[in-house]
């Protein structure tokens, strides 16, 4: 069977650059892995004393989905230097039971979008440190970062064919993690 991506979109609005870039991405590589896009509209604040047994709905979607992942696409905006609120809560809310987290050892491929020159770097500088803290496994290269995405998109799809080649390649070293991953299982056992 194909490896299962979970694609993470870090922008909650139906416009989203990054979202377009993740369901373009998902097209792309279909001959290879299936993609699946994940918004994060149904992902409550974090809150202690909802982090439970039976933790909301909409978290334990969220962490079963990366549960079921063989690896994670996490596509992000840049806020003010930062990553976007609601994509740190999700990765609070997914970094719990701590320990036991889904997203624990999970290969992950992160990229930032923006209009901007600087394609949201300082966002995604901070989320590989969150990713590290979660003790998520980073695919380190390419820094995927798209700089001047507004003018890479067209009608909801990645239209630039020198980025789309760029993020593949992010994405085959993704496909590569896990499958040293599943080879070093079987050697275990
Ligand atoms: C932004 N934007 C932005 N861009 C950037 O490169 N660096 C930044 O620090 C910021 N800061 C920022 C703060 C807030 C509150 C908003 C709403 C926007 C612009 C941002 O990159 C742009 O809106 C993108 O299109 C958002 O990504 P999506 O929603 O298209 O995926």
């Known amino acids: 069977p194909k490896p299962r991506l979970l694609g993470i979109s870090g922008s909650l609005r139906k416009a989203s ?3 377009a870039i993740l369901h373009s991405l998902a097209e792309a590589v279909a001959d290879r892995a299936t993609l699946t896009v994940f918004t994060l509209n149904a992902v409550p604040p974090y ?6 047994a039976t933790p909301p ?3 334990a979607a969220l962490r079963r989905a990366i549960g079921e992942a063989d690896g994670l696409v996490i596509a992000s905006p840049e806020y003010n230097y930062g990553m976007p609120g ?14 036991k987290a889904t997203i624990t050892g999970k290969p992950v491929l992160t990229l930032t979008a923006s209009p901007a020159f600087t ?7 901070q989320l590989n440190e ?23 998109i067209r009608d909801g799809r990645l239209v630039d064919e020198a980025t789309l080649t760029f993020l593949k390649a992010g994405i085959d070293d993704l496909l590569r993690n896990i499958a040293r991953n599943a080879s070093a299982i079987r050697q275990e056992t």
């Open 130 to 152: 969150v990713l590290v803290a979660v003790a998520a496994q980073l695919v380190l290269r390419p820094q995927a970062v798209v700089a001047s995405v507004h003018e890479k």
């Open 119 to 125: 394609g949201g770097a300082r966002a995604q500088a």
């Open 47 to 52: 809150d202690g004393d909802l982090d439970n």
């Open 17 to 19: 650059f990054n979202t």
């Open 86 to 99: 609601v994509l740190k809560n999700a990765l609070d809310w997914a970094s719990r039971p701590y320990g």
């Open 57 to 59: 709905e909409g978290v």
